[in-house]
């Protein structure tokens, strides 16, 4: 069974799709993740702030940081060997490595956006 690794750079949360200005890019790997681990697929994501630790236990990837400095994060492992540095992979990508369908990995689309506004006036 295929076991891939994300070793993503230090985020605010562990899938760093918060706050008012989400990047797409997260908000697409973060989708195809969690639909990969429903469907029982061996797949994690390991985030610099919160998961230290996991760091330390992968010896290429801290080699790799070393190497090349924080700039090669996202650092992504495939059954143990790197395949890719300084970015995701797409959801082809991941379909392929887990005999998966890729329109499955896609994030929803009809998801609602809210817009906040910080221009509220207050009276006493």
């Known amino acids: 069974m295929t076991k891939v690794?994300?070793?993503d750079p230090?985020?605010?949360c562990d899938t760093g799709v918060?706050?008012?200005g989400t990047d797409p890019e997260?908000?697409?790997i973060a989708a195809a993740v969690e639909r990969l681990q429903q469907q029982g697929y061996d797949i994690e994501r390991y985030n610099l702030s919160n998961q230290p630790e996991?760091?330390?236990a992968a010896k290429d990837v801290t080699e790799r940081i070393t190497?090349?400095?924080i700039e090669?994060?996202?650092i992504v492992l495939k059954d143990g060997a790197i395949v890719l540095t300084a970015g995701y992979p797409d959801v082809e990508q991941l379909a392929d490595w887990f005999d998966a369908k890729a329109e499955e990995l896609q994030p929803e689309r009809n998801v609602p956006t809210v817009e906040l506004s910080f221009n509220?006036?207050?009276s006493k």
Do not use: K, S
Request: net charge positive; with cysteine; hydrophobic share 40%.
């Open 5 to 7: 690794r994300i070793y």
């Open 10 to 12: 230090a985020m605010c």
């Open 18 to 20: 918060c706050g008012p």
């Open 26 to 28: 997260l908000v697409r």
């Open 54 to 56: 996991q760091f330390a």
């Open 67 to 69: 190497t090349d400095g």
């Open 72 to 74: 090669a994060l996202p």
């Open 120 to 122: 509220t006036r207050y």
